[in-house]
T-cell receptor, first 113, second 112 residues
Framework: AQSVSQHNHHVILSEAASLELGCNYS??????LFWYVQYPGQHLQLLLK??????LVKGIKGFEAEFIKSKFSFNLRKPSVQWSDTAEYFC???????????FGAGTRLFVKA | ETGVTQSPTHLIKTRGQQVTLRCSSQ?????VSWYQQALGQGPQFIFQ???????GRGNFPPRFSGLQFPNYSSELNVNALELDDSALYLC???????????FGSGTRLTVV
């Protein structure tokens, strides 16, 4: 069965620090990969997605993620975080053409001003 | 874009009762998925509807059922409520079944 593992449940960073959130999935076939973000008091929204092509994907607000197929990973990065990046981040995966998107447990990021 | 709207935002039900949650999908989206999110966990897939048919289901019992209407809006019905059904229920619409989602704000269900 598919599963998604996010390595850190809570991350605390100071402003301007670099961010990397880990995500690994278990599925041997072709997958689509996503990162979603939930800011305090808001609904989940799509941050970026990977379907095919360049494994380095750029999303909104300066975020990027790299798909490493050999490691079944899709880590989220940002070179310099801001206080406004405080949110919960969810990694998600589905089988290409499939109906079921599986989410990780989420990582809560707190950025100190 | 109209976004995804869910109603109600909160409700409290008694164990054994039945509940119906509603969702209006984003304009142009023909696929609706429902998720259950317990506190401190990621969303868990309940089922997906595409053009009024259920086209996939997660590990939820049959007392969780749904509908999709011709305008692509959707309902989630839960019968014989249990305490463990207390959670945030999220509706998400998409252009295709494996595309990225647009989520609603959710319905917070408390079963007492």
């Amino acid at each position: 069965a598919q599963s998604v593992s996010q390595h850190n449940h809570h991350v605390i960073l100071s402003e301007a620090a670099s961010l990397e959130l880990g995500c690994n999935y278990s599925y041997g076939g072709t997958v689509n990969l996503f990162w979603y973000v939930q800011y305090p008091g808001q609904h989940l929204q799509l941050l970026l997605k990977y379907f095919s092509g360049d494994p380095l994907v750029k999303g909104i607000k300066g975020f990027e993620a790299e798909f490493i197929k050999s490691k079944f990973s899709f880590n989220l990065r940002k070179p310099s975080v801001q206080w406004s990046d405080t949110a919960e981040y969810f990694c998600a995966v589905n089988e290409a053409g499939g109906f079921k998107t599986i989410f990780g447990a989420g990582t809560r990021l707190f950025v100190k001003a | 874009e109209t976004g995804v709207t869910q109603s109600p935002t909160h409700l409290i039900k008694t164990r054994g009762q039945q509940v119906t949650l509603r969702c209006s999908s984003q304009s142009g989206h023909n696929t609706v998925s429902w998720y259950q999110q317990a506190l401190g966990q990621g969303p868990q897939f309940i089922f997906q509807y595409y053009r009024e048919e259920e086209n996939g289901r997660g590990n939820f019992p049959p007392r969780f059922s749904g509908l999709q209407f011709p305008n692509y809006s959707s309902e989630l019905n839960v019968n014989a409520l249990e305490l463990d059904d207390s959670a945030l229920y999220l509706c998400a619409s998409s252009l295709r079944q494996d595309y990225g989602y647009t989520f609603g704000s959710g319905t917070r269900l408390t079963v007492v």
